[in-house]
């Protein structure tokens, strides 16, 4: 690398000439840094490109692998469950990847000096969110309206609309019931109070609505009473097992007639029932061992033939085909 020329040593030289020799060191000052800023934007998108073809391998690799346990020839001796969580899980990590090419695609697009050379960005499909759910808009309006040319407030002349879905997490509240008394102040008359509201558990903390979703998360999303335990214990609601347990029992018993209503309407209307059985092995307490039980899904559904019935399904349980223990039950209890 040559050294610097130093004009120091060249005090009679003219001023022109002085001039003339610091604009041509500048402008090759200029040079050398745009070349190194070229030589190092081009080392940084090779190691990008390196990362990328690493990434893409790595995302046929996991394709691969959801191919083979969604369609191998193994996929079908496994559990149902096991098969979603395994492929959830793959589908996740494909998803990870995806994530990860589009970060380090976005790096190279950025590092791209010429601007027409820049990938243009991909356009997501456009997805319709569920018209039910209810919309809660929120307007970012500019710092400032106030035109620049001074004429006033700028006009609105349009508006871009983004939809993301949004959670709002459960939360237990304390529902507080004051009935209050009223009696005539100069005791000529009575105490005047409103009845109580019936519940269905009397004398229970549980709410209707916080038992249904003790019921719906234990039968119909196959989260066991002591896996909700530890999650509303997380909520700050700690909650025994055993008093889940004693919650969904007596609701089980108390909502049996009108599962037995249903199983009357469900049988008289309409001109087709469809029937499913299921076995399931169930404990067989003081034997130490298992039997098998018997469940049946009894479904009526006309709207296919244009029937006037509603559609509905009840289910029932037996331990055996042998006695009458059991009966009618709402789903899953």
């Known amino acids: 690398m040559s050294q610097p020329f130093d004009l120091s040593q060249f005090p009679d030289l003219p001023p022109e000439v002085v001039k003339a020799f610091e604009a041509a060191q500048f402008e090759l000052a200029v040079e050398r840094a745009a070349r190194q800023h070229e030589q190092a934007v081009g080392a940084e998108k090779d190691a990008f490109i390196t ?65 027409e050379k820049k990938a243009p960005r991909k356009k997501r499909k456009a997805r319709a969110l569920p018209e039910h759910l209810p919309r809660v808009e929120r307007v970012i309006e500019p710092d400032s309206i106030v035109c620049p040319c001074g004429c006033g407030d700028m006009a609105r002349i349009g508006e871009d609309r983004v939809d993301r879905l949004d959670y709002i997490p459960a939360r237990y509240q304390v529902i507080v019931t004051i009935r209050p008394k009223y009696a005539c102040p100069k005791g000529r008359a009575g105490v005047v109070q409103a009845k109580a509201p019936a519940h269905l558990l009397e004398g229970s903390w549980p709410t209707e609505a916080l038992l249904a979703q003790i019921a719906v998360s234990k039968h119909s999303e196959h989260m066991p009473l002591n896996r909700q335990a530890v999650v509303m214990a997380r909520h700050g609601v700690p909650i025994d097992r055993s008093v889940l347990a004693d919650w969904m029992g007596r609701t089980g018993a108390l909502i049996a007639p009108v599962v037995d209503r249903m199983a009357v309407l469900l049988k008289q209307g309409g001109t087709r029932l469809y029937v499913d059985e299921t076995t399931a092995p169930v404990l067989d307490p003081g ?7 018997y469940l049946w899904a009894v479904l009526r559904d ?14 029932h349980y037996r331990p055996g085909r042998k006695g009458v223990s059991g009966g009618w039950r709402a789903p899953g209890f």
């Open 51 to 115: 990362e990328l073809k690493a990434l893409i391998e790595k995302l046929e690799g996991q394709i691969g692998q959801y191919r083979h346990a969604k369609f191998g020839p193994k996929s079908e001796k496994l559990d149902p469950t096991q098969l979603e969580l395994a492929l959830e899980d793959l589908e996740a990590a494909i998803a990870e990847t995806q994530e990860q090419i589009a970060a380090v695609e976005a790096k190279i697009a950025a590092s791209e000096t010429d601007p």
């Open 287 to 293: 034997r130490g061992k298992t039997k098998t039980g």
């Open 302 to 315: 006309d709207r296919g033939w244009n029937g006037s019935a509603p559609p509905g399904v009840v289910f």
